[in-house]
């Protein structure tokens, strides 16, 4: 079993910068891919960005360029810098964990408020 706490989030104006963190404990060893899912009301929860125990990274063509998943200070966390957020980036976002390097996640967390305003 895999526990993951999500930290982060928040509200920011639109231009500027907010960072997630999730960390998982438990067997967490047996992970060998960790990303984020967003789900903003009324649309369907959709990849942003996902990191492989390989270092393979993937990003939603939304977020290219603008946000970077990366390995956090522990080997157990990974972290999500979001910069030059824009209003439709609103949404709640949810860290999750794989362990077959695809994004269909099976273990998530409790999820995270972003909110961008205009």
């Known amino acids: 079993q895999v526990q993951l706490v999500e930290s982060g989030g928040g509200s920011v104006q639109a231009g500027g910068s907010l960072e997630l963190s999730c960390a998982a404990s438990g067997n967490y060893f047996a992970i060998t891919a960790m990303g984020w899912y967003r789900q903003a009301p009324g649309r369907q929860r959709e990849l942003v960005a996902m990191?492989?125990?390989?270092?393979?990274?993937t990003y939603a063509t939304a977020v290219k360029g603008r946000f970077t998943i990366s390995r956090g200070t522990n080997e157990n966390t990974r972290s999500l810098q979001m910069n030059n957020l824009k209003p439709e980036d609103t949404a709640v976002y949810y860290c999750g964990i794989s362990y077959d390097y695809t994004s269909n996640f099976e273990s998530w967390g409790q999820g995270t408020q972003v909110t961008v305003s205009s």
């Open positions: 990191l492989t125990a390989g270092g393979r990274t």
